[in-house]
């Protein structure tokens, strides 16, 4: 077995290993912490794919910056692990089914979907770099690009909406 | 990747790794020194000469000291903590060039630990993740001091890695590359940064003030509001790796800005000099000797901006937090788009019409 091929699946299991950990740890913040180490896992995946801009990226916004604002957030709410209210059996009965429904659904859509093959010959490994990803999200994918540019400047206006104090309303 | 060059890679890091670690301690040593100087008193003069083993009188303190741990502490996360703050602060050096190349036997060695087309980023993804350490031991060491310091140290971090970005945006149109080696070339024969960039290195340099928690930007362990802030609890080596982690963030820090906008190793006249050293004693040996000069230079600049830290933090009072959110988001951000436009404008219309000019 070759390095390349050991390192995905060393990685796979860590991954594999951190997802399911978020969901089985009582604490939230172990579950948040879990969640950073399975992103740093995807990002190595990444990184064995040449794509290195992504995997900076992902661990700059998710890593970086998501992932602190759900620890702050789960910190401010200062959850404990007795007061966790008892859940109902019907609550639990739906909670299996759609998680099976979900479970079916991507299993039929993996089943289906075709994975396209690609040429070793002429395949260009330097796909995933920075200035090859300008070239094509900038020539070939310009007004995608600018769309989404606009969806996340109306988010953040609304954020500073939802956010801005009210007149006569004082904080501290 | 054959053998040889796989040990020349880890020799370099580790030499990086070392450095990194014995210009920290001695930054203790300095910023005592330094307090003392411009407090007129002497700083610290027994242990050694001038105080000079200190730092190590003080390690031997910390690691002797009891290791506590408090009883409703959440134990791993409670260690996690600090061992999570060195880690993010040790990892940043990697990619910092500290000087051109050395030449054996005709071999190339980069003094580099790895070149990477996306240097800037992973130093910026990394400064990202150095909140973690100070996040989990806050909370990890169930008092509400610390958890208030924990939670000063995440929103006032996220607050200025925005400003940080955008400042960075700037010098990555001028140079367009991402490449911190090839930032560092691009500035050779005095094209230094910091004659295009003066607003963009006084964002980053504020910033960066903000993002080590560095005084006037030091409300996280602010002592007057929150006894000892994030490391309240924290007491023996734990608390040293906490100081140490904030020390190794000053120097890696000093690095970069001299990185990106004072030239890094470069100096004027360096040109002249390589071709007297390389026609005196061969293209080897006048080579690495220039190389030398080089890295010395470049540490000479990062030495001057861990002094400058020390200067700020002993000459300014701290910042009101309101003051600190109020500099971070409605100053710092508008003034570095502004920054992006007048970069962008510039490097459309003015260069071009300069370098016709010129020509």
């Known amino acids: 077995m070759n390095s390349t091929v050991s ?3 060393f990685l796979s299991f860590l991954t594999i290993l951190s997802a399911v950990m978020v969901v089985v740890s009582r604490n939230p913040i172990h579950s948040v912490l879990y969640l950073i180490l399975a992103f740093f896992t995807l990002s190595g995946h990444y990184i064995l794919l040449n794509a290195q801009f992504l995997a900076a990226v992902n661990i700059i916004v998710y890593a970086g910056a998501i992932m602190v604002l759900f620890l702050f957030v789960i910190m401010f709410l200062n959850m404990k692990q007795d007061n966790e209210e008892a859940k109902t059996n019907i609550a639990k009965i739906a909670a299996t089914i759609v998680g099976g429904t979900v479970f079916v659904i991507l299993f039929g859509a993996y089943r289906k979907s075709a994975i396209p093959a690609f040429n070793p010959e002429n395949f260009d490994s330097q796909v995933g770099m920075i200035e090859n990803l300008g070239h094509i999200l900038f020539r070939e994918y310009l007004l995608p690009f600018e769309l989404a540019s606009i969806l ?9 909406m939802l956010g801005k104090r009210e007149i006569g309303e004082r904080h501290f | 990747m ?3 060059e796989f040990l020349v890679k880890t020799a370099t890091i580790f030499v990086v790794f070392v450095l990194t670690l014995v ?5 203790t040593w300095a910023e005592r020194k330094v307090a003392g100087f411009i407090q007129d008193r002497m700083g610290p003069n027994r242990a050694g000469w001038g105080g000079l083993l200190q730092p190590l009188a003080d ?4 690691f002797f000291k009891e290791d506590f741990i408090p009883a409703l502490a959440n134990k791993w996360l409670f260690i996690a903590g600090p061992s999570l703050a060195m880690l993010t602060a040790l990892l940043a050096s990697a990619v910092i060039p500290f000087g051109s190349t050395f030449r054996i036997n005709g071999h190339e060695i980069v003094l580099q630990g790895v070149e990477s087309n996306i240097g800037i980023l992973y130093v ?3 400064v990202a993740l150095g909140v973690y350490g100070i996040m989990v031991g806050g909370w990890a060491s169930n008092n509400k001091f610390s958890l208030l310091g924990a939670i000063r140290a995440a929103s006032q971090n996220i607050s200025y890695e925005v400003a940080m970005g955008l400042s960075l945006i700037a010098i990555l149109m001028m140079s367009s590359s991402l490449s911190l080696g090839e930032i560092v070339a691009q500035q050779h024969g005095m094209n230094w940064n910091i004659f295009y960039q003066p607003l963009g290195f006084l964002i980053f340099i504020t910033c960066s003030f903000a993002e080590c928690n560095r005084v006037p930007f030091d409300l996280p362990e602010c002592e007057t509001e929150l006894v000892g802030g994030y490391h309240t609890e924290y007491g023996s080596m734990k608390l040293g790796f906490y100081l140490f982690a904030e020390y190794i963030n000053m120097f890696i820090s000093s690095a970069i800005i ?6 890094g190793y470069n100096y004027p006249g360096m040109d002249w000099v390589y071709s007297q050293l390389t026609g005196a004693l061969g293209s080897e040996t006048g080579h690495n000797i220039a190389t030398l000069i080089g890295t010395a230079v470049f540490f000479g600049k990062a030495l001057f901006f861990i002094f400058f830290y020390m200067w700020v933090r002993w000459t300014i009072p701290r910042f009101r937090y309101d003051q600190l959110m109020n500099l971070g988001w409605k100053k710092l951000i508008p003034l570095a788009i502004f920054n992006i436009i007048i970069t962008g404008a510039a490097v459309l219309f003015l260069k ?5 000019w010129l020509n």
């Open chain 1, 152 to 160: 996340l400047l109306v988010a953040m206006v609304g954020a500073v």
């Open chain 1, 7 to 9: 390192f995905f699946y």
């Open chain 2, 124 to 126: 910026f993804g990394v």
């Open chain 2, 2 to 4: 054959d053998l040889t």
């Open chain 2, 59 to 62: 390690a031997g303190k910390m």
């Open chain 2, 23 to 27: 210009i920290a301690m001695y930054s």
């Open chain 2, 258 to 263: 001299s990185v990106l906008y004072f030239g």
């Open chain 2, 352 to 356: 071009p019409v300069i370098t016709a």
